[in-house]
Nanobody
Framework: QVQLVESGGGLVQAGGSLRLSCSAS??????IGWVRQAPGKEREVVSG????????YYADSVKYRFTISRDNDRNTVDLQMNTVKPEDTAVYYC???????????????????WGQGTQVTVSS
């Protein structure tokens, strides 16, 4: 339903920073976040928010390193990635739950709108 487009991926050295941006068509979905998939691994919801910046979630693997934020004026959700590690290498997707769903989920299977993904590669 909602169109999501990611940008900002690229190659970065371990310890560096990268900022991903997700642009949504129309208003931002209530539940929106970032899901990554590394080669040979399952999809992982690394960060998300429900409603506002005050209701955020971070996977243990990225906690205190990544920060999610939203800009309602621009209809964008960003993921600031600091102190990146080689294990952060993955395709990062912006994903959202249904428009009438207001509960955050760490299960990637419950997200129904997906961007095309942006590659993040962290070199050691």
């Amino acid at each position: 339903q909602v169109q999501l487009v990611e940008s900002g991926g690229g190659l970065v050295q371990a310890g560096g920073s990268l900022r991903l941006s997700c642009s949504a068509s129309g208003s931002l979905p209530y539940v929106i976040g970032w899901v990554r998939q590394a080669p040979g691994k399952e999809r992982e919801v690394v960060s998300g928010m429900s409603g506002s910046d005050h209701n955020t979630y971070y996977a243990d693997s990225v906690k205190y390193r990544f920060t999610i934020s939203r800009d309602n004026d621009r209809n964008t959700v960003d993921l600031q990635m600091n102190t990146v590690k080689p294990e952060d290498t993955a395709v990062y997707y912006c994903a959202a739950r249904g428009s009438r769903i207001t509960v955050f989920s760490r299960n990637a299977r419950t997200y129904t709108s997906w961007g095309q993904g942006t590659q993040v590669t962290v070199s050691s």
